[in-house]
């Protein structure tokens, strides 16, 4: 009965991206998929699903998408800039401008769930080894002596763990002091990351990325 309840999921879903929005391309369908199943079946089941999807009216593509974060991670354009990279669990981004540091790195659950609480068993086996992964990243390419890992879930209920340089010769990255930093930069009360050194090093880092275990 579940493998039937899943099949007729992705089909529903494919009729919704084919419906909705064909000029799409496959990646960003795959990742609305994902992002649909994730929030409506898992959570609400097929039922509601089945209802928003036969509801008379108008029916933009931007309605079924449950976060900020799901539509983040179909947008080529954000990705072109940012993304370092792209697993079947997860993705690895520099934060978007404006970045309180360059290097302020962000790791997503590519499903739509909220946090380790909601891993199912492959994320959960994953997600140490990924973590581990970024931040010996960002140590290589910042220099910085440890890396902060942040994840409150507040903003966008999608798991997206901030991964902040932290460095002993710039007091502003110490502890809370940080959250003081990126309140500033939000506000334009402090200058934002240098655009191009933030691109530099998500071109390094998707240089080294795929083969990280062995290189650093």
Known sequence: ???????????????????????????EAQVLK???????????GMVKLQNRVTHSGPCPLTDFLPCDICRLHGDRSSAGLYEIGRTPLWILRHHPDPAPLVGWLLLDARRHVGGPVG?????????????????????????CDRVYAIAFGEGARHLHLHLIPRSAAEPSTEAWAVADLYRAVTSGERKAADAAQVSALVHKGRQLWPSLESRI
Do not use: P, Y
């Open 1 to 27: 009965m579940l493998g039937k309840s899943k099949a007729c999921s992705h089909q529903i879903i494919t009729d919704i991206i084919d419906a909705l929005s064909v000029s799409l391309l496959s990646d």
């Open 119 to 143: 891993f199912n068993a492959d994320e959960g086996a994953d997600w140490g080894c990924s973590v581990q992964k970024a931040c010996r990243l960002i140590k290589h390419l910042t220099g």
């Open 34 to 44: 994902g992002a649909l199943i994730g929030e409506f079946v898992e959570t609400h």
